[in-house]
């Protein structure tokens, strides 16, 4: 078995500790709020705003309020480097998903997207030599499954929504794998402020790009709607899952975080009128 030669991380101070039951509670309540993102990101597209500016405004709140907390100091240097990183990857995996929600039934994006699973246990074990269990790995190697199988009867007209739609299980499979593994040196709240504010910086050169009705809201309702995408999908629960999910580990993480599929299936059968 490879082991990760690597320098271990420096936990970040004054840290109060969770149990691993406590963590994992945290990351199921954070994948249900994660799970209404469809929810807002329908009405704000219908609004007029594009896919790019949805994600834009989901985490444009958390990098404006959060900008101080970025640190380049000694060992928190490398955790945040890899946070933005990883930030800047969500930006466009969430364009990716928010244009798929556009197109397709929120259940067929939401199955896409919920392959992340086996994308962060894959990325955990080839970047960080963090070696998965069978278990695990059949776990995810079945939601993967299910995701291509139902691409299915979308697939016509839409094929390339839906292929580009793995960008977001890749980008978020690759976010977990970073903070379960390189940002232990960082604060909760000091790891969501790179992930936030590299989601915004990378985005920047596409919205300068966009006609100006696409990236900014034309009404005080669709900024209502912007600032609760970015209160109740991002900053929120990223501040809870950055404070639970390095205390269980990229596996387990994602798999708790798999109650988020059944939440979309949800509100796409409440919201949007779509069969189960």
């Known amino acids: 078995m490879q082991t990760d030669t690597r320098p271990a991380e420096t936990p970040a101070p004054n840290e109060r500790p969770m149990s691993e039951t406590t963590a994992t509670l945290l990351v199921v309540v954070t994948s249900i709020l994660m799970g209404s993102v469809p929810v807002f990101a329908r009405e704000l597209t219908d609004a007029g705003l594009s896919a790019v500016s949805v994600s834009f405004y989901r985490n444009l709140l958390g990098a404006v309020v959060l900008f101080r907390l970025l640190r380049f100091d000694g060992a928190r240097r490398s955790a945040t480097l890899w946070a933005l990183g990883a930030g800047c990857g969500m930006g466009l995996g ?60 979308e697939l016509g007209g839409e094929t390339d929504v839906l292929v580009v739609a793995f960008a977001a299980p890749l980008s978020f499979g690759f976010a977990v794998a970073v903070l379960t593994e390189r940002l232990a040196s960082l604060r909760p709240i000091e790891r969501v402020a790179p992930i936030a504010f590299g989601s915004t910086v990378g985005l920047l050169p596409i919205m300068a790009t966009q006609p100006f009705d696409a990236s900014i809201p034309s009404s005080l309702s669709t900024w209502v709607l912007a600032l609760g995408i970015a209160l109740f999908t991002a900053i929120g629960p990223q501040w809870m899952y950055s404070s639970a999910a390095p205390r269980v580990g990229s596996a387990r993480a994602a798999v708790a975080g798999s109650v988020e599929l059944p939440m979309m299936f949800l509100v796409g059968y409440l919201w949007f009128d779509e069969v189960l």
């Open 94 to 153: 969430w364009t990716a998903y928010v244009r798929a929600v556009e197109v397709v039934p929120v259940s067929t994006a939401g199955v896409i997207y919920m392959s992340y699973p086996l994308f962060a246990i894959v990325l955990a074990w080839a970047l960080f030599r963090e070696t998965p269990s069978r278990r695990a790995m059949i776990s995810g190697m079945i939601v993967l499954l299910a995701s291509i199988v139902a691409m299915g009867p």
